[in-house]
Nanobody, 121 residues
Framework: QVQLEESGGGFVQAGGRLRLSCTAP????????MAWYRQTPGKQRELVAR???????NYADSVKGRFTISRDNGKNTVYLQMSSLKPEDTAVYYC???????????????WGRGTQVTVSS
């Protein structure tokens, strides 16, 4: 099973910064979109930010101006720089990649296990 490797979550005070990283294995190619989602207990997973292979970005309204998504195509890695963090940003953050593998050439979504971000007030 294809597994994305996430890192960078943790505990931070309101107003602080964290940087999340996610690396997709080399078995995933033709990656068209890399994204970050987040989820809190009892709620649906929501899109935080996404970036296409051309570098086009989209952000949830709640994080615009505070979060920045970027990617390193050569390393199959996506980053999420989070600044001015608020307690409502507390969630499990999941990395998502849409691409192809040698055993599944159709574009498919692949997910990380999630990393906890906790922001204290």
């Amino acid at each position: 099973q294809v597994q994305l490797e996430e890192s960078g979550g943790g505990f931070v005070q309101a107003g602080g910064r964290l940087r999340l990283s996610c690396t997709a294995p080399g078995s995933i190619f033709s990656i068209v979109v890399m994204a970050w989602y987040r989820q809190t207990p009892g709620k649906q997973r929501e899109l935080v930010a996404r970036i296409t292979s051309e570098g086009d970005t989209n952000y949830a309204d709640s994080v615009k101006g505070r979060f920045t998504i970027s990617r390193d195509n050569g390393k199959n890695t996506v980053y999420l720089q989070m600044s001015s963090l608020k307690p409502e940003d507390t969630a499990v953050y999941y990395c998502n990649v849409r691409g192809r593998t040698p055993w599944n050439v159709r574009l498919s979504d692949y997910w990380g296990r999630g990393t906890q971000v906790t922001v204290s007030s």
